[in-house]
């Protein structure tokens, strides 16, 4: 059961929920709230505009960063450029709670904020940067074992 070939496969597993879960919350949140719903979340593009960094204007700055983060979320999600893609999730994640603590830090405190999730997502990043030199061949898992993973 606890054999190289079962570890490595269990490991590739975690690595992939961690990477699949990472990628849809990205898609969700770009699509969602800033592209098919930004009317209904006005607090957003009011962060943008405090934040000065937009161009033409904060909406479409809004549209164009939820495409973004979607386009992200989809390569999570197919796990192109793995380490890539978890390192620009986690820089970006923390832009975002750097401006939304400059621009509203009253949502720093929000039960349903991002501060909480951001975390659970950064977890998710560091899994996937962790097991990402994992072989995705699982029947070179005991060579892989051989070079100093614990059992």
Not at 7 to 21: D, E, F, N, V, Y
Not at 71 to 88: D, R
Not at 96 to 106: E, S
Not at 110 to 129: E, T, Y
């Amino acid at each position: 059961m606890n054999n190289p070939t079962t570890i490595t496969q269990r490991l590739l597993a975690a690595k992939r929920i961690a990477r699949i879960s990472l990628g849809l919350v990205w898609i969700y949140e770009g699509l969602v709230p800033k592209v098919l719903f930004a009317a209904h979340h006005p607090e957003q593009t009011e962060l943008v505009l405090r934040s000065g960094l937009y161009w033409p204007d904060p909406t479409l700055t809004l549209f164009a960063l939820g495409l973004l983060q979607a386009a992200l979320g989809l390569v999570l999600v197919m796990g192109w450029l793995e380490k890539w893609a978890v390192a620009a999730a986690t820089a970006w994640m923390g832009g975002l709670i750097f401006l939304v603590a400059q621009g509203r830090p009253d949502l720093m405190t929000d039960p349903f904020g991002a501060l909480a999730k951001d975390a659970c997502l950064i977890g998710c990043a560091a899994v996937v940067w962790i097991l990402a030199e994992i072989p995705v061949d699982a029947r070179i898992g005991k060579e892989f074992a051989m070079r100093g993973v614990k059992q």
